[in-house]
Each structure stands twice: as C-alpha cells, then as structure tokens.
C-alpha cells in the first residue's frame, strides 16, 4: 500500500516549455487534490477532483488544467510555464474529511 | 471565504516541555479541523483530525481541541522531544476542501 505518489520529485523548465505532473493513489479514494506551497503563502488549492471524469477550480487555477480518466490518478498540467509557477505541489486524497498527502514535486520554472 | 491563521509562526522550547499551538479560524462552519506536521523537504502528515461534532481528539503526547463557536483550536504536545522539531499546520475542512494556516514552526532544543 503506497498510499499517494507523486512523479516527479523534480523538475526543472525553461520559461514556456510544459509538462504533467502525475499523482497516483492506490487507497480508493473518491476525492484528489493538487496544492501549491510557496514561502510565506502557505498551501493554496489549485483544483480538485469528487470523482473519476471531474474536476473543479480552487483558489489559484490559472495557468493549471487537469485531469481524472481513472479514479487512481489525478494529473496537473502547466500548458506553458511561467517563473510564478515555481513552486512546490502536493498531490492529496481523501475518503470523509481527511486529507492524505503526497511527497510533493519541486519544480522550477527559469 | 475562510481564513486560517497561526500563531506563533515559530517556537523554540527547551525539551521535555509541554506547549500550545494555536489556530484560529473565521468561519465557524467548518466539517473538521485537521492538524499536519511536515518536516523539511517533506510532505504532510496527517496528526488529528477533529470533526464538527467533537471536542477533542487524542494520539499519544498529541492532543487537539476544538471550540468553533470562539473559531480557535489548539494542539497540545506534551513532555516535547527533539524529533517533535518540525513545521505544525492546521486546516479547516469546507465542503470539499482545506484551507491552510501559514504553519507553526517548532523547534524543541535538547
């Protein structure tokens, strides 16, 4: 039982270039979440997912999209990175109310 | 839109010391309150979760209460050790997602 991984561990980009963040839980939960954690912002939804095929907005959505084909997995893509987009994220799930969180993904955006 | 605030942002405690953190929230119409330790470079761990209906919850040194008519929760560590050093996070639960204090950074010195 692996709980919530999370691919990469790091990554560096070029301003422009994209990518896709994977995370993957193998615990059957119906709900997933992508975070950012940024120095002195604490962590701040970017969307969310209640189920396989949807997806909704959080706090900070812009410059995000994702995806739910499958209920194990939740993807995070960054279409063309932007320096604001440093950051680190974390992937999490959750059955009722609690939160289970990833390893996270640092990523670097120069 | 909730609002999630710790005080003190840092902490340094002799060890063998019992102590308080503390969060405060604005709206009290929270499902639960969710304590999290995250050490450097690492993820979140989920310590106690608290439900609406519940007072307080308890994990060995560990214990939290909750009083949302006043919007605050504490976490009591007691007899603090040197592996208690770490960042203390609490998140309140809306319908379907947290929303994040900026952490409490405690640091227990042998």
């Known amino acids: 039982n692996a709980g919530v991984t999370q691919t990469p561990k790091f990554r560096v980009l070029k301003t422009g270039q994209s990518m896709t963040l994977l995370c993957a839980q193998d615990?059957?939960?119906?709900?997933m979440y992508w975070y950012r954690q940024d120095p002195g912002m604490g962590l701040r939804l970017i969307h969310y997912?209640?189920?396989?095929?949807?997806?909704a907005k959080g706090e900070v959505p812009d410059g995000y999209n994702v995806s739910r084909l499958k209920k194990q997995n939740f993807l995070l893509g960054l279409e063309s990175a932007a320096p604001s987009q440093t950051s680190v994220y974390f992937c999490?799930?959750?059955?009722?109310?609690?939160?289970?969180f990833g390893p996270g993904t640092r990523l670097t955006v120069l | 839109k909730q609002e999630v605030t710790q005080i003190p942002a840092a902490l340094s405690v002799p060890e063998g010391e019992n102590l308080v953190l503390n969060c405060s929230f604005t709206?009290?119409?929270?499902?639960?309150l969710q304590w999290f330790r995250q050490d450097p470079g690492k993820g979140l761990t989920s310590l106690l979760l608290?439900?609406?209906?519940?007072r307080e919850q308890t994990s060995g040194r560990l214990n939290a209460s909750l009083d949302k008519s006043s919007g605050r929760s504490t976490l009591y560590i007691a007899a603090s050790q040197p592996g208690d050093s770490a960042t203390y996070l609490c998140?309140?639960?809306?319908?379907?997602?947290?929303?994040f204090g900026k952490g409490t950074k405690l640091s227990v010195i042998p």
């Open positions: 999490a799930s959750s059955y009722g109310r609690a939160q289970y």
């Open positions: 615990m059957n939960h119906e709900y």
């Open positions: 997912s209640v189920g396989e095929g949807t997806t």
């Open positions: 709206d009290s119409a929270i499902y639960n």
């Open positions: 608290i439900q609406s209906s519940q």
């Open positions: 998140a309140g639960a809306g319908s379907y997602q947290l929303t």
